[in-house]
């Protein structure tokens, strides 16, 4: 594929400043711990099920220490407590909790303990994760590689049974991966709903149960089509850190983890958003499970032209946030998206530009591209010709990951049948233009340098602006998404916490050392 012939040097600059930038929140990561990483530790210690009321045990547990002990000490520390003084394990001590017959505070001043008791409960999990893992790996070495991106598409019924009925029929209709949305609003849950779901707005719930179901549907039109197809499911919101783990055990390929997209579209709180990420993003690279940032959100709301250097700016802050999970670049699966006005002059020029650039800065990425949404008007003749022209800038400019574009879009849920237009439309291009960004040159200072050189310029100096105000402030500033938040603003502050110099969190430990073992 044709070089930009971007300024290599302003590259590699943007990429310190970005770990910069990342590494200052890092800092502040490092001294806190939140709710919801606390429940993703009991579930790895084995903790699942709910109380008679429906009340996760994870959450029953920690409620319980945030009101009557010192969650700043960490689960794992009054976990390992109880279980030395009462030879149970840490399932039974939820379900003792709930029925209100064991009290944790007593532990509270007892100081350290042997936290080695910890150990078969997450090696255990972690043995489940390598082992899906290495299960994945298996059907990826049966499956021919392909050399063009992988079709990408969405179910959201709210019913996770008829969720499979359409999964497995797009998947033969060529789909390669597919995402089961969430029900709307579930980011804002401050816990995981339990079993499998039959009702959901917009979207189907997130539970374990509901990824298991999922994927051993996909699991069995994969053998029927002798190629793997892969589940995507959101690890974002409130209970970021547990939806990761569930979809670590459960094996799902992609998960949706942005950095910033939960403070800027979700109003979650960026010290909460921050640290969760962190845990993730930490057990994603762990389980080699691909994520998905979300820039491609920005331009819902700013304007695609004006703003494509927000989108850029951002990809390479994820990127160091990941890199600081100890993440390997080929799964980052840097965001962007096809949405500048379809009126302008040369957009498609534009359009191609942007995505080459992405394409040319993160070589190793697989980046998700995404289709046009904000100027969809309903018109599915015109829809049609716009996802025409995005499917060809996507094997042009070689994407990894391809969410197609539905000629609905703007007018209700897919049906099935407007899933297998996109996939024809998609499957012809495809085809059609495989070897189209092979055999084009660029004109020297023509339309596409000149954009992506620009872009690139303005995306090194928003990052050197981020890097002098700091990523609070530059949130406050409403510099991405034309949206502000503020440090102390937004859902979940509440389940910040800063950890005492006694914190323990032996899972956290055993990711991190085994990821350093790997690198």
Same mark, same amino acid.
């Given at each position: 594929m044709s070089s930009l012939n971007l300024d290599k040097k302003m590259i590699t600059s943007c990429r310190l400043i970005a770990r910069n930038i990342a590494q200052d929140v890092q800092d502040m990561i490092d001294k806190h711990t939140t709710t919801s990483v606390e429940r993703a530790t009991l579930r790895m210690l084995g903790v699942d099920g709910v109380d008679p009321f429906d009340v996760p045990y994870v959450n029953v547990v920690i409620n319980h220490i945030t009101k009557t002990c010192q969650l700043s000490l960490g689960v794992s520390y009054y976990m390992a407590h109880a279980i030395k003084d009462t030879k149970m394990s840490p399932q039974e001590i939820a379900e003792e909790i709930s029925k209100g017959r064991l009290d944790l505070s007593k532990y509270t001043k007892l100081g350290p303990t042997d936290l080695s008791v910890l150990n078969p409960y997450f090696e255990s999990m972690l043995q489940k994760i390598d082992e899906s893992t290495h299960k994945r790996d298996h059907w990826l070495s049966e499956t021919k590689e392909k050399t063009t991106p992988l079709k990408y598409v969405i179910v959201a019924t709210g019913n996770i049974y008829e969720d499979i009925k359409q999964a497995v029929s797009a998947a033969e209709l060529g789909a390669d991966v597919i995402a089961v949305i969430r029900s709307t609003g579930q980011s804002l849950l401050d816990f995981v709903p339990y079993g499998a779901t039959t009702e959901g707005f917009g979207g189907t719930f997130a539970t374990q149960e509901n990824f298991r179901l999922m994927r051993k549907a996909l699991d069995d039109v994969s053998k029927k089509l002798g190629r793997y197809v892969r589940l995507v499911n959101y690890a974002s919101g409130l209970c970021m850190p547990e939806i990761a783990t569930? #979809? %670590? +055990?459960?094996? !799902? $390929?992609?998960?949706?983890?942005d950095s910033l997209y939960g403070i800027i579209f979700r109003d979650i709180n960026m010290k909460r958003t921050f640290i969760d990420q962190y845990f993730s993003r930490l057990l994603s690279a762990y389980a080699k499970i691909? +994520?998905? *940032?979300?820039? $491609?959100? /920005? !331009?819902? *709301?700013s304007d695609a032209f004006e703003h494509a250097h927000t989108v850029l700016a951002s990809q390479f802050i994820n990127e160091q946030f990941a890199? !600081? @999970?100890?993440?390997?670049?080929? /799964?980052? #699966?840097? #965001? &962007? @998206?096809?949405?500048? $006005?379809?009126?302008?002059?040369? =957009?498609f020029l534009y359009e191609l530009s942007q995505a080459l650039m992405a394409r040319e800065i993160f070589p190793d990425a697989p980046l998700k591209y995404m289709p046009p949404t904000k100027h969809m008007t309903g018109d599915i003749f015109m829809g049609t010709i716009?996802? %025409?022209?995005?499917?060809? %800038?996507?094997? *042009? =400019?070689?994407? =990894? +990951? &391809?969410?197609?574009g539905m000629m609905t879009e703007a007018i209700h849920t897919p049906f099935v049948s407007d899933r297998a237009l996109a996939l024809n439309n998609a499957n012809y291009i495809e085809k059609a233009f495989k070897d189209f960004g092979n055999e084009i040159t660029f004109k020297k200072n023509g339309i596409i340098q000149k954009r992506a050189d620009e872009t690139l310029k303005n995306a090194f100096e928003l990052l050197q602006t981020i890097q002098k105000e700091g990523m609070f402030e530059t949130l406050k500033m409403g510099r991405f998404a034309g949206i502000s938040r503020t440090e102390t603003g937004g859902k979940g502050l509440d389940g910040v916490i800063e950890k005492d110099q006694y914190y323990v969190?032996?899972?956290? $430990? %055993?990711?991190?050392r085994r990821l350093e073992v790997k690198r």
């Open positions: 569930m #979809g %670590a +055990i459960e094996r !799902l $390929d992609m998960m949706l983890n691909t +994520i998905n *940032t979300g820039e $491609d959100n /920005y !331009l819902t *709301t890199k !600081l @999970a100890m993440m390997e670049e080929k /799964y980052m #699966g840097l #965001g &962007h @998206a096809f949405e500048i $006005d379809p009126t302008i002059e040369n =957009s716009q996802n %025409a022209l995005f499917n060809i %800038a996507t094997v *042009t =400019s070689k994407q =990894s +990951i &391809h969410l197609l969190n032996p899972v956290l $430990d %055993a990711l991190v």
